[in-house]
């Protein structure tokens, strides 16, 4: 069941899932050392499905310097392939335009991935550069209109 929230908002249960989920994926498996938890996630409006006491898709939406952003988008890997990337970002998608539209979006998604938001009419901009140790790429979408 897919879950919207701000950080005051969740529950002890659906924080420790999404910091193991976001641990597991871009500290562990992706062999990078950054603080993965950060700031912003006490400003972020969070997007989640759980399935069976589990988070299966997670992304977080806030402001950023008149723009709006999102990241820290995951899907665990044994729901893959299941499409709930795709039903995530649409999620997404209707939080910004609920919460904040109007608003340029720009993200740092990971190279690996630009395919994936170039579906969702983003456009990358410039060279990629590197962020905390893995290959990133500047996207940006035009404002949602309300």
Known sequence: ????????????????????????????????????????????IHIFDMVDGKIAAYARVFSQDNKVSFGRVVTEPSFRGQGLGNELMKHVLKVIHDEFPNREIEIEAQAQVQGFYENFSFEAQGDTFIF???????????AISA
């Open 1 to 44: 069941m897919w879950e919207i929230k701000k950080f005051s908002e969740l529950t002890t249960k659906e924080l420790f899932e999404i910091l193991y989920l976001r641990t597991k994926i871009f500290v562990v498996d992706q062999k990078r050392i950054y603080q993965e938890v950060d700031d912003q996630d006490l400003h972020s």
């Open 132 to 142: 905390q140790h893995t290959p990133h790429i500047k996207m940006t979408h035009a």
